[in-house]
Nanobody, 124 residues
């Protein structure tokens, strides 16, 4: 059974930082493209960042220079370091895994595996 379990969300003030983690089980992790998506109230789910099986990365324009995705293949975990957080970053953040997919192209919620999400709230 595949499980993606996110952790690290919470409440942070503008300009602050958070580090999200996603622990994967039930998949051969190193073969999967891993991604972080987010969904704010009333908005569509959108790609935040992704990392391919070879370690290449892709970021949404809104997160470039502030967010960093990394993966630990030995530990079956993908991370999202988020710096200089702003209120518009408030959303539920989801971890997702998809095999044989480019990190440079988003995928839909009907594809791959998804975690349950973790809430990130940026507010003073």
């Amino acid at each position: 059974q595949v499980q993606l379990v996110e952790s690290g969300g919470g409440l942070v003030q503008p300009g602050g930082s958070l580090r999200l983690s996603c622990a994967a089980s039930g998949i051969i992790f190193r073969r999967y493209t891993m991604g972080w998506y987010r969904q704010a109230p009333g908005k569509q789910r959108e790609l935040v960042a992704a990392t391919g099986s070879g370690g290449n990365t892709n970021y949404a324009d809104s997160t470039k220079g502030r967010f960093s995705i990394s993966r630990d293949n030995a530990g079956n975990t993908v991370y999202l370091q988020m710096n200089n957080l702003q209120p518009e970053d408030t959303a539920v953040y989801y971890c997702t895994a998809k095999i044989g997919h480019s990190a440079n192209r988003p995928w839909s919620t009907g594809e791959g595996y998804w975690g349950q999400g973790t809430q990130v709230t940026v507010s003073s």
